[in-house]
């Protein structure tokens, strides 16, 4: 099965907002310049990208095992999980917030009801093409029993 290393997603991502020379991608993602070499080649031998004259295009007619590799869950979920512990092992407690609370059924649906609003805000910014990757914020939340935390920890 193909598959798609982070920084190979970081600069599909890249591509996919607009076709980009060799220097726009460094540019746009401030990846070191044999990085984003290295990864252009695979990514051209992969036939996920495609090169026109000085600019790099994604390919609009991808395999399926390509298009596979890029849109599994199972890909997207390692890559988050690789960026989260980036983020928290990079952290100094600032940007982390960590609550353990007790909920009510009515708190639990108010919560709900400000996650779906704030994904839908978040989805809304998602479209802005003009800016830079590396630029872009990463937001992450999420939500388990603590119960459920502890046997996982222990099973």
Not at 82 to 102: M, R, T
Request: glycine content about 2%.
């Amino acid at each position: 099965m193909l598959s798609i290393n982070l920084i190979e997603r970081i600069l599909i991502e890249s591509v996919y907002k607009e076709e980009k020379s060799f220097d726009s991608i460094i540019t746009d993602t401030h990846l070191p310049h044999a990085v984003i070499e290295n990864c252009i080649i695979t990514l051209l031998a992969k036939n996920i990208l495609i090169k026109k004259l000085d600019k790099y295009y994604l390919n609009e007619n991808l395999s399926k095992e390509a298009t596979q590799a890029i849109t599994s869950e199972s890909e997207k979920l390692k890559a988050k999980k690789l960026i989260l512990s980036e983020i928290i092992s990079h952290s100094h407690g600032d940007n982390i917030n960590f609550f353990k609370v007790a909920m009510s059924e009515r708190e639990e649906k108010i919560l709900n009801g400000l996650i779906y609003n704030v994904e839908e805000f978040l989805k809304s910014l998602s479209t802005n093409k003009s800016t830079k990757t590396t630029n872009e914020q990463i937001i992450f939340w999420g939500e388990s029993k603590y119960g459920k935390v502890i046997n996982h920890l222990y099973s």
